[in-house]
């Protein structure tokens, strides 16, 4: 069964940077799509970047291009979400999710069919 944790939220001023760390286990993830979304109070789950584990291929949101970048240890099984140049707007639950099958990158929570606990990042202004 694929198991998914995240871990490295927090709390940060505007500007300042997280890295986000998903561990994965279970499941042979060369063959996954691994994806990070968001979840703010009173909002819907979306999508903030995806990469590929097998070729390394990655997309953002558009909201987040330039400030974050999603990235993979194939060694440790764990995918990374370094964020730069917080902004308040970007709190929110942060999931890390997998899902496999797809000869695209998917960007919609129903495509994924794994998930993690989610992990709380606070940006204060």
């Known amino acids: 069964q694929v198991q998914l944790v995240e871990s490295g939220g927090g709390l940060v001023q505007a500007g300042g940077s997280l890295r986000l760390s998903c561990a994965a286990s279970?499941?042979?993830?060369?063959?996954?799509?691994m994806g990070w979304f968001r979840q703010a109070p009173g909002k819907e789950r979306e999508f903030v970047a995806a990469i590929r584990w097998g070729g390394g291929s990655t997309y953002y949101e558009d909201s987040v291009k330039g400030r974050f970048t999603i990235s993979r240890d194939n060694a440790k099984n764990t995918v990374y979400l370094q964020m730069n140049s917080l902004k308040p707007d970007d709190t929110a639950v942060y999931y890390c999710?997998?899902?496999?099958?797809?000869?695209?990158?998917?960007?919609?929570?129903?495509?994924?069919?794994?998930w993690g606990q989610g992990t709380q990042v606070t940006v204060s202004s």
């Open positions: 279970g499941g042979t993830f060369s063959m996954y799509v």
């Open positions: 999710a997998a899902a496999q099958g797809w000869a695209s990158l998917p960007r919609e929570p129903h495509e994924y069919g794994f």
